[in-house]
């Protein structure tokens, strides 16, 4: 398989796909009672909008003291970063807090914490093919956009190809997906119909029948280890 980064740019690279040992499909979920606009409603506010040299790309708020999970490859080699919150049209400031390339993960922070509402994050070692899901972030710079789709597989061992500063880099348990994920959603929320961040999507694979990409299989690092990685790059 080859695979295309869904961040800001469109590298491409081959990529390796193994499947693992998993629970038995689960039937697609519903959604929750209060339906997907109320869903959507209660999480984008936690998913910002990060603008970088290179392009585009989304962020999740962690806490209430401005820090921000988002992809390494999103941040690539910037230190200062400029960020939007869903529905405010004024800018705010950010910086490097450190990047685990090795796990494409990254920390940023904003001074300016007013307003900041952080992601609740659930155990993504209960997510479940079949399971609906939600893709929020900001696909070619369109701030706050929504996909949706249903977890096709976990425990996937996907390789992100190397970029301009960047080598390649193996997610050992990616979490598949068929929400749609596009160049700028990668570092965004994928969400469970609790509105649990389940996942931080990262790449989608591309064809191979050329650079285009591949319709329904995007891959998303598994909120068990966004929590480690940023706990200890904050730390």
Known sequence: MTAVVGGSGFAVGAAT?????SRPPAAPQAPATKGYAALVREVLP????????????????????GNIVTNAHVAGDATK?????AGDPAPRSAHLV????AGDLAVIRTDDTAGLRPARFGDSAKAQAGEVVIALGNPLGLAGSVTEGIVSATGR?????ATPGSPAVTLPDAI????????????????????????IPTLAAASPHGDTQAQGIGFAIPSN???????????
């Open 17 to 21: 796909s193994q499947p693992s040992a």
């Open 46 to 65: 936690s998913v910002v909008l990060i603008r970088t040299p290179d392009g585009p790309g989304s962020g999740v708020i962690l806490d209430t003291d």
């Open 81 to 85: 970063f400029e960020v939007r919150l």
């Open 98 to 101: 450190g990047s685990y390339r």
């Open 157 to 161: 061992a996907v390789t992100e190809p």
């Open 176 to 199: 598949q997906t068929s929400a749609p994920i596009n160049p700028g959603n990668s570092g965004g929320a994928l969400v469970n119909t609790a509105g649990e961040v389940i996942g």
């Open 225 to 235: 280890a966004v929590r480690d990685v940023v706990g200890q790059i904050i730390r």
